[in-house]
């Protein structure tokens, strides 16, 4: 939910941590603050607001330490203020820490060290930390911090310092995400890869439960108990610029750009050259027999990932012929869900690091159930707490709007479909190749409607005033509507729902007025009639209407204001042409109304607490 620096070496630090905030500030933006070694002494700055409030806060300070830490913070305890922002200090302002994640004992910790004298400040669950380790500190950080994440419960990412070990950054790590980037004579630590391009890109993936002592010419890595730890160097094959906006003007129009890209690499090596098979067996160990005794998938995620996991149900049960129940990841776990040791669960998550999603992968574990999760970031918890993984190589995500990884998502739950239907013998071969050879056209499709997307841009200006949209589709169009509703309200800020077409005349109805534009998705040959039909009943209500179809199917055009065609595709894989205009859509209405595209309000790219 935050994002946290440090740097160690011969550079001066500042630049370096600055640089690496403002490359997380997807992360969280609300305030920001730096701690840097200075001549024997420890300066600190931190201010609510974004970056750029601190750089100016700092301008002309003149910290020249090589030896600092810093954070970018999304608000969980405590209001954004410059008291509640990170670093914060002990006692004697001799350490300071920088933190992501909950400590969800903080409130007893809190009261055990006032009572042993500690004298607090701010509103926040981080500060317990730094009077920890002043607790137990008898001249060694990296003892002090063992000790002191002994007493933890709940997830963080820490970074300590302090004044009589200069040099020295201390790092803990549990269930919030941690990297150590390796350079020559100098070593980085953040709490993700895009802080690290500019300088490295050899890491070390710190795990939950590990503590690390970083110096400009070593790093120790250690679990909590104190066994050391040896590591694989894990090599980064971003480019820099991959996470950098590259010319576009906000990284949800890149990131939505990089999508015919994203399928390929992520269509790449699993279908075979003559697109008769799904080539998945050298990534998946799901053995034979747990296929043949396969009863039942459940699906869970949050948010994007959600819908895609609705859209994996269709087609596995489709596909497959196996029964599929879809789950919000919050929800899941509460209801007691009845999971038997040989189900499957499947959980999806770009980031790999949702804490609903991840709360949700163990309960599922707990039951016994296999655990195949769906990620965008190698190493990322999902990815390693998972039984199986198939990666999304959407690439890095950066925008707050999901995009890129919800079409790589969704190609991973077709190829994981046709998998298991190809075993469980539920499709002919003639099928199977009909459609993986349909799935390789898709990124040219994605690119054609690309390269036609003023006509979407335009209606986006025309709607961008509208407070009320409604997104209306049956069967997977339904699917694709949630996903579209969801892109649309979260960066326009437009209230936006999504509507089983056929469930309108059960209620909603009521609320279609003039004024209200219904955007109707009607992919679906075998639902087509039933869509027009839902467009008429809006359209007696005097709402306008968008509709979204495939090219060809024009009896549509007699009854919508407005239709946007997409090239011909398989309509089983609709739903991946589809939301490419819905999310243009909401990407240009948002900029007409002069939103914060990349950082909408209140939300956050990665929402590691619960
Ligand atoms: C999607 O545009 C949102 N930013 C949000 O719903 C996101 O999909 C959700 O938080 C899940 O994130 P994850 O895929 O990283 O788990």
Not at 294 to 316: E, N, P, S
Not at 390 to 403: K, L, N, Q
Request: hydrophobic share 40%.
């Amino acid at each position: 939910m935050c994002g946290i620096v440090g740097y160690t070496g011969s550079q001066p630090a500042v630049p370096v941590l600055i640089d690496g905030l403002r490359r997380l500030e997807y992360r969280g933006y609300d305030s920001a603050g730096i701690a840097v070694f200075e001549n024997g002494s420890l300066l600190l700055a931190k201010k609510a607001g974004n970056l750029c409030v601190l750089e100016e806060a700092i301008k002309g300070n003149g910290f020249k330490g090589n030896t600092g830490i810093g954070h970018t913070r999304w608000a969980t305890h405590g209001a954004p203020t410059d008291i509640n922002a990170h670093p914060h200090t002990d006692c004697t302002g001799n350490i300071a820490v920088v933190h992501n994640g909950i400590i969800e004992n903080y409130l007893e910790l809190r009261e055990w060290l006032k009572a042993e004298g500690h004298k607090f400040r701010s509103e926040t669950d981080t500060e317990v930390l730094p009077h920890l380790i002043e607790q137990f500190y008898n001249g060694d950080l990296y003892q002090a911090m063992l000790e002191s994440v002994r007493k933890l419960k709940g997830s963080y990412a820490l970074l300590a310092i302090n004044i009589n070990e200069p040099g020295r950054v201390v790092v803990a790590r549990q269930d919030s995400p941690l990297v150590l980037g390796l350079g020559e004579g100098e070593n980085f630590i953040a709490s993700d890869i895009p802080a690290l391009l500019p300088y490295t890109r050899r890491t070390y993936l710190l795990d939950d439960g590990e503590v690390a002592e970083v110096t400009a010419d070593s790093v120790k890595i250690a679990t909590i108990a104190g066994t050391e730890v040896s590591k694989e160097i894990f090599y980064v094959h971003w480019e820099a610029e991959q996470a950098e906006k590259g010319g576009y003007d906000h990284f949800m129009l890149k990131e939505i750009h990089e999508q015919p890209k994203a399928l390929r690499d992520t269509i790449r090596g699993r279908i075979s050259g003559d697109c008769r098979r799904v080539t998945l067996d050298k990534e998946l160990h799901i053995s034979p027999d747990r296929i043949k005794n396969l009863r039942r998938i459940f699906i869970t995620a949050c948010g994007t990932a959600y819908h895609a996991g609705v859209v994996g149900k269709y087609v596995i049960e489709k596909l497959a012929r196996l029964p599929v129940e879809v789950d919000i990841a919050s929800e899941f776990r509460y209801r007691d869900p009845m999971i038997n040791p040989g189900d499957l669960v499947i959980v999806v998550s770009q980031s790999g690091e949702t804490a609903d999603t991840r709360a949700a992968l163990r309960e599922a574990k707990s039951r016994g159930a296999h655990v195949l999760a769906i990620t965008n970031v190698v190493g990322s918890s999902v990815a390693r707490e998972a039984g199986d993984v198939i990666y999304t190589w959407a690439g890095p995500e950066i925008a707050v709007a999901s995009t890129k990884a919800y079409v790589t998502q969704l190609i991973s739950f077709y190829l994981l479909a046709l998998w298991l239907a190809e075993k469980r013998g539920t499709v002919t071969p003639k099928k199977q190749q009909e459609l993986l050879q349909a799935m390789k056209t898709l990124p040219g499709d994605v690119e054609a409607i690309l390269h036609a997307s003023d006509r979407v841009e335009q209606l986006a200006r025309t709607y961008a005033g509208y407070e009320n949209i409604f997104f209306i589709g049956r069967g997977l169009d339904y699917a694709v509507a949630m996903e579209g509703s969801l892109k649309l309200k979260e960066i326009s800020y437009i209230h936006a729902e999504a509507y089983a077409a056929g469930e309108l005349k059960h209620g909603t109805l009521a609320l279609v007025v003039p004024g209200v534009c219904v955007i109707a998705l009607a992919t679906q040959p075998e639902l087509f009639e039933k869509t027009v039909s839902n467009i008429k009943e809006v359209k007696a209500r005097d709402a306008e209407v968008v509709a979204l179809t495939f090219e060809g199917m024009t009896a549509i055009k007699e009854v919508a204001d407005h239709v946007i065609y997409l090239p011909p595709a398989h309509p089983t894989l609709a739903p991946v042409l589809a939301v490419v205009p819905l999310q243009l859509f909401a990407y240009y209405a948002a900029v007409a109304r002069g939103c914060e595209v990349d950082k909408p309000r209140n939300l956050a790219k990665s929402v590691t607490v619960e």
